[in-house]
C-alpha cells in the first residue's frame, strides 16, 4: 500500500510559480511512475505530466510543455512539479498518483493504482 500526499498548492497572480509536492510512503517508489493529473470545475481530470521511475523520462502536456518540471526525488520519496509563467487556465486542483505501469500507458488515468488527496492552485489574472 502506498499513500500520497499533495502539498504545496495556492494562490498566485499570472506569470508567478508555484512548486507542488507528493511525499510517498511505503517502500519501493522508485519502482513507480508518478505523474500529476488536474481537475478544473467543470472539467474532466486531465494529464500534465510524467515521470519515469528512474527519473530519466518525462513526459509533459502541450498546455503545460516548457512552463512546467517534474522531478522526483527517489531518496526523500517524493515527487514535484514546479510550474513557471502561470496562466489563469491552470487554475484546478491537481492530483499526483502512482502507477505500477509501463511508461507507455503513463497518460492514462486508469493505469495509476494510487492518488493524493488533491492540493488547489488559483491563479488570478
Known amino acids: 500500500q502506498v499513500q500520497l500526499v499533495d502539498t504545496g498548492g495556492g494562490l498566485v497572480q499570472a506569470g508567478g510559480s508555484l512548486r507542488l509536492s507528493c511525499a510517498a510512503s511505503g517502500r519501493a517508489f522508485s519502482i513507480f511512475v508518478m505523474g500529476w493529473f488536474r481537475q478544473a470545475p467543470g472539467k474532466e481530470r486531465e494529464f500534465v505530466a510524467a515521470?519515469?521511475?528512474?527519473?530519466?523520462?518525462?513526459d509533459y502536456a502541450n498546455s503545460v510543455k516548457g512552463r512546467f518540471t517534474i522531478s522526483r526525488d527517489n531518496a526523500k520519496n517524493t515527487v514535484y512539479l514546479q510550474m513557471n509563467s502561470l496562466k489563469p487556465e491552470d487554475t484546478a486542483v491537481y492530483y499526483c498518483a502512482a502507477g505500477h505501469t509501463s511508461w507507455g500507458y503513463r497518460r492514462l488515468e486508469n493505469q495509476y493504482d494510487y492518488w493524493g488527496q488533491g492540493t488547489q492552485v488559483t491563479v488570478s489574472s
Open positions: 515521470i519515469s521511475g528512474g527519473g530519466s523520462s518525462t
